[in-house]
């Protein structure tokens, strides 16, 4: 039952406001059709039956005419139906009596049902159309009761109508506005919702575009760090290259070594200049190690004990040291220096020197 209920609720249209007056139109109906029912049997204890089978009879082909269209959306379509069939209905016994009566402030009940299943303009309508009907009745059949006069009927129909009009109207007008304002806030909310979808997409969007641009730098990064590693790598086999040419050892006859000395001498190229000695020494066997300081731009105290541990330190593998090359400026700045030269072999030029060495012809 609940599932048949929930069908014949369903209100094919997208405004909230169409759906609930077609859902108060299918209710209507249905509680008609409960009536029209229930109404049935006491027909046979009528003794005038037509009058009430032929109302019957316009509420059930009413009812079966307006809940499918209703349910399809037509609400505004079907809300005027109910409301013309009510208005025939209500005035249908009065037209069989040929004569108006009280009941015509029943036209009080579409003027109701408008409230309910129509825009608050269209209620206005409704009471104008009661009206032309009660001026209508009340011209054709008179009423011929003693103590109801025709216009006191009259009045007390227009009466009642227009308070139950008015009644309908404020009351539509504030559920329409009730609506409006519900169906405005959630337009806003869709609004605001579809704003922070389109916000998050376009955040996302940056997001992975920033993560994009961060990886690409990182990859640089990376790509700028390899390069670098390798420069320097080049770097530091050059720096070698150079610091092994910087003091190089060269073998100019049997058990004679040459070691030209260009530039100025620190500390680690002095360093150098004593490890490669000593190992070309032992590893050759060689008798002789000539210094060659012809290219020695400066001889300060520091290079010049340098020389001297050179050659004791040759001495004491067995070879014996010459220094050739030696400029006069070098000379003079050696000798104010005040260093103890005379146990090492000196020559002014290299030739000179490689002469003075026994067996080197």
Same mark, same amino acid.
């Given at each position: ?10 209100? #094919? ?31 046979? *204890? ?17 009812? /079966?005419? &307006? ?9 505004? *379509?079907?809300?005027?139906? /109910?409301?013309?069939? +009510? ?38 309508? /409704? ?11 009340? *011209?054709?059949?008179?009423?011929? #009761? ?14 009642? +109508? ?6 309908? *109207?404020? =009351? ?10 519900? !169906? ?15 916000? =998050? ?24 760090? !390899? +390069? ?23 073998? /100019? ?57 050179? &050659? ?8 014996? +040291? ?36 026994? =067996?080197? =012809?």
């Amino acid at each position: 039952m609940k599932a048949l209920l929930a069908w014949l609720a369903q209100v #094919d249209h997208p405004l909230e406001d169409v759906r609930r007056r077609g859902q108060i139109i299918i209710s209507v109906m249905c509680a008609l059709l409960v009536i029209v029912v229930i109404a049935i049997p006491s027909l046979l *204890f009528n003794p005038k039956p037509l009058t009430s089978a032929v109302a019957l009879g316009l509420g059930l082909v009413l009812a /079966v005419v &307006v809940i499918p269209l209703a349910r399809r959306g037509k609400v505004t *379509f079907a809300g005027w139906i /109910v409301v013309i069939t +009510t208005s025939v209905i209500v005035s249908i016994p009065m037209m069989l009596r040929g004569e108006t009566s009280y009941t015509l402030a029943y036209l009080l009940v579409p003027v109701l049902i408008a409230g309910v299943v129509l825009r608050p303009w269209q209620i206005l309508m /409704v009471l104008v159309g009661a009206w032309v009907i009660i001026g209508t009745l009340a *011209f054709v059949y008179p009423t011929t #009761d003693q103590v109801a006069t025709t216009g006191g009927v009259v009045t007390h129909a227009i009466l009642i +109508t227009m308070i139950g009009s008015i009644i309908s *109207f404020v =009351n539509s007008r504030i559920t329409v506005g009730a609506f409006h304002a519900v !169906s405005e806030g959630q337009r806003t909310i869709e609004q605001n919702a579809k704003q922070l979808v389109e916000l =998050n997409s376009s955040l996302e969007a940056q997001v992975h575009e920033r993560t994009a641009d961060l990886e690409n730098a990182l990859m640089k990064l990376q790509d700028r760090a !390899s +390069t670098q590693e390798r420069l320097l790598d080049e770097i530091e086999q050059q720096r070698e290259v150079i610091r092994e040419m910087s003091v190089p050892v060269l073998p /100019v006859a049997a058990k004679v070594l040459v070691m030209p000395l260009i530039g100025a001498l620190d500390s680690e190229r002095l360093t150098r200049l004593q490890e490669n000695a000593l190992q070309a020494v032992q590893r050759q066997s060689i008798k002789h190690l000539v210094l060659d300081i012809t290219g020695v731009v400066v001889v300060d105290s520091q290079v010049a004990q340098g020389f001297i541990s050179v &050659v004791r330190s040759v001495r004491l593998l067995g070879a014996e +040291t010459m220094l050739v090359g030696i400029r006069p400026e070098v000379a003079q700045a050696m000798v104010s220096l005040g260093l103890e030269l005379d146990s090492i072999s000196t020559s002014a030029t290299l030739q000179e020197g490689l002469q003075r060495i026994p =067996n080197y =012809n």
